[in-house]
């Protein structure tokens, strides 16, 4: 048996036919969150990743199956197609046109994947718009979505 090491993980976009998986490009998330902080320029900027990062690690710490969704004006972050379940995630929402864009995104994918389970995850909002729930970073952590 090889020893693996656990770096860095490439996560494919979603797609039911494999040929269509591999045409499009892999997102890779770090194991540590701060390979994000020494390989970026600016550490203010990056909270949004290193959120991001940290929802996929605890994904996948849950054993889920992770993948992300790419349109032509779109992108979920992560599809979990054993739960038709997406997860968009966003560190500030607090400007109009922000929320309005990752919900537009969330909608279309939802009906598109004719799937009802759609979550975005921020840094302090909470509520519920167009069933589409908005959780806490924290919140996701503890209690999940």
């Not at 770096?7 to 499009?24: C, D, G, S």
């Not at 390989?39 to 991001?52: A, D, H, P, T, V």
């Not at 109009?96 to 864009?101: D, Q, V």
Request: some cysteine; glycine content about 4%.
């Amino acid at each position: 048996m090889g020893t693996q090491c656990y770096f860095a993980f490439p996560v494919e976009v979603y797609f039911p036919k494999v040929k269509l998986r591999i045409q499009h490009p892999k997102k890779v998330y770090f194991v540590d969150s701060a390979f994000i902080t020494f390989l970026s320029i600016k550490f203010s900027e990056n909270f949004g990743r290193l959120m991001e990062n940290t929802v996929f690690i605890e994904l996948l710490r849950r054993g889920k199956e992770v993948n992300y969704a790419l349109g032509d004006n779109w992108e979920i972050d992560f599809v979990l197609p054993d739960e038709e379940t997406l997860i968009q995630v966003s560190y500030d929402v607090s400007n109009p046109e922000t929320m309005k864009r990752k919900l537009r995104a969330l909608k279309k994918v939802r009906k598109l994947f004719h799937w009802k389970k759609a979550v975005l995850v921020t840094w302090d909002a909470e509520k519920k718009v167009d069933g589409i729930k908005i959780v806490p970073l924290w919140r996701f952590l503890l209690e999940g979505y």
